[in-house]
């Protein structure tokens, strides 16, 4: 089933439920400063407020539009009030289009719905390059310095996750939760055996040992 990603900057991105239309699932979290906290596949919405508690919507849509894993994201900015001027900040700031709010999930879903139909998954994030791995999405296919690396779809989703996030100490409840494996519930000792794999992987391409052990908190990607 497609998967349609929906991202408030508000309270409704943690209360929202799946929401399963015409084959496709959509689903809602919340988006904070630094970003999606999790893997984002398939295409992405963002709706920013325009006053944020710790950060001014303009600087989200620039944050947003300046980071690979989001620039392709569709990104409508939620007005206070139908001001002329603020719709054109808003659009220079990196907005596809705006609503004035508040927001409810009826206006949400009918906006994604809408625009979906005619934009399709020109959003969808599709390669990540970062110094030697390239990670191409479309073809499920990881490389180090041209070099294949052989890996099972835990361990793509993995290593996709983790040079998402690189040179950050991830812990194993991070991990779950950015590969989308809590339901069912996922052992957290299951990560340390996805992270041996990846890690061979990774050796036999060629790449050594990017994957570091933090004792006690968790596991860094160092990629410099």
């Not at 808003?90 to 289009?97: E, P, S, T, V, Y």
């Not at 949400?108 to 020109?122: E, I, N, Y």
């Not at 340390?192 to 990607?221: E, M, Q």
Request: net charge negative; aromatic share 6%; glycine share 8%.
């Amino acid at each position: 089933m497609d998967v349609i990603n929906i991202f408030l900057t508000n309270e409704l991105g943690e209360s929202l439920e799946d929401f399963v239309h015409d084959g496709r699932r959509l689903t809602f979290d919340r988006l904070g400063a630094d970003g999606p906290r999790r893997l984002v596949d398939g295409p992405m919405w963002a709706f920013v407020d325009w006053v944020m508690d710790d950060l001014a919507g303009l600087e989200m849509c620039r944050r947003l539009r300046a980071d690979p894993r989001t620039s392709e994201a569709h990104v409508t900015m939620v007005l206070e009030q139908d001001d002329a001027e603020d719709r054109r900040r808003a659009l220079r700031a990196g907005a596809d289009d705006y609503v004035v709010g508040p927001l409810s999930r009826t206006a949400v879903l009918d906006r994604v719905l809408a625009l979906q139909s005619r934009h399709g998954d020109r959003h969808a994030v599709r390669r990540v390059e970062m110094g030697d791995l390239s990670i191409d999405m479309a073809a499920l296919q990881a490389r180090w310095d041209g070099e294949p690396i052989i890996l099972r779809p835990n361990e793509f989703r993995l290593l996709r996750f983790f040079a998402e996030n690189p040179n950050r100490v991830l812990s194993r409840e991070d991990l779950i939760s950015g590969l989308g494996k809590r339901e069912p519930p996922i052992d957290e000792r299951t990560v340390d055996v996805w992270v041996g794999r990846l890690r061979r992987a990774i050796k036999a391409a060629g790449g050594g040992n990017p994957l570091r052990t933090v004792r006690s908190l968790g596991y860094v990607f160092d990629l410099s």
